[in-house]
């Protein structure tokens, strides 16, 4: 009602201006431009700005993960079953390796993907490393069990993931805060590179992991010892690669969404892969 007054009265003053003996006149260009000005000031102030706090709603997928206790049945039953499955391996007479990936494998990271949410955004790799150097992502159910049995049972574990390589620190920080039984001796962990980016218009190469799963096969993986030293015996010597497990098919040597024989995959679970479940993003997207 107020607004309507205002502009009334503008209007009034415009069309029947005072006698040019007492006041100017005010030319009706410049009035008008006035009454578009002051118009639009009250507008906007008394229109809410929907964009400040307005919260979105989180994806079925990140509730699905977050609190579905089917997601915790599902994927403590698939490290259980692979755990007693290693626990029965038997494992070739040369050292041998775990490769592994982290992401929605050892960690889960839905309370990153419900924030995103909640904003109206997805995923941004400014926003995603700020996630990361948190160190606040939680073990995926099952996963520091099957962890310290492939390290019981004398094994390695390479953990070849598509966080950047500048990033493994605090990857690494994460996982030995929640208890995952991890040294530079028993453990490596390879984050991407540009060379593993650019990997995959080499020969041999599917994927952009095929190039670290290679490398640490064939013992070249420099980066697991180039700052221990120490370690660099353990790594720098060929080794069978027994199991692989990931949340995304691209986790598996030589593999994508386009070549994949499913049939032929499903032979292999419980053999020498395990896949868990992530219908959050993947390659499949």
Request: charged share 20%.
């Given at each position: ?182 040294n ?82 499903i ?11 992530n ?7």
């Amino acid at each position: 009602m107020i607004f309507f007054s205002f502009i009334f009265i503008l209007l009034e003053t415009m069309m029947n201006p005072k006698p040019a003996n007492l006041t100017k006149r005010i030319p009706m260009t410049k009035s008008f431009v006035l009454i578009l000005i002051c118009c639009s000031s009250l507008l906007f102030c008394t229109q809410p700005n929907k964009q400040i706090n307005q919260e979105f709603d989180v994806s079925s997928a990140v509730k699905w993960t977050m609190n579905s206790a089917e997601y915790q049945i599902i994927t403590e039953h698939l490290y259980r079953t692979a755990t007693q499955n290693i626990d029965t391996f038997e494992f070739p007479k040369e050292s041998w390796v775990v490769v592994m990936d982290v992401d929605e494998t050892l960690l889960n990271n839905a309370e990153y993907n419900r924030q995103r949410d909640l904003l109206g955004l997805g995923y941004s790799s400014g926003s995603w490393a700020e996630w990361v150097k948190k160190e606040t992502a939680t073990p995926v159910p099952g996963s520091i069990e099957f962890v310290t049995q492939v390290l019981d049972e004398g094994g390695q574990i390479a953990l070849v993931t598509n966080r950047e390589r500048e990033l493994d620190s605090f990857t690494w920080n994460n996982l030995t805060a929640l208890g995952f039984p991890i040294n530079r001796y028993n453990t490596c962990i390879m984050g991407r590179s540009q060379a593993d980016k650019n990997s995959v218009s080499m020969e041999g190469m599917i994927n952009d992991k095929d190039l670290r799963r290679s490398q640490i096969a064939s013992g070249r993986a420099k980066y697991c010892w180039e700052d221990y030293p120490e370690v660099k015996e353990v790594w720098n010597r060929p080794l069978a690669i027994v199991y692989q497990v990931g949340d995304n098919i691209k986790d598996f040597s030589q593999t994508t969404q386009e070549n994949v024989d499913t049939k032929a995959f499903i032979k292999r679970i419980s053999s020498d892969v395990l896949l868990l479940p992530n219908a959050v993003y993947g390659s499949w997207e």
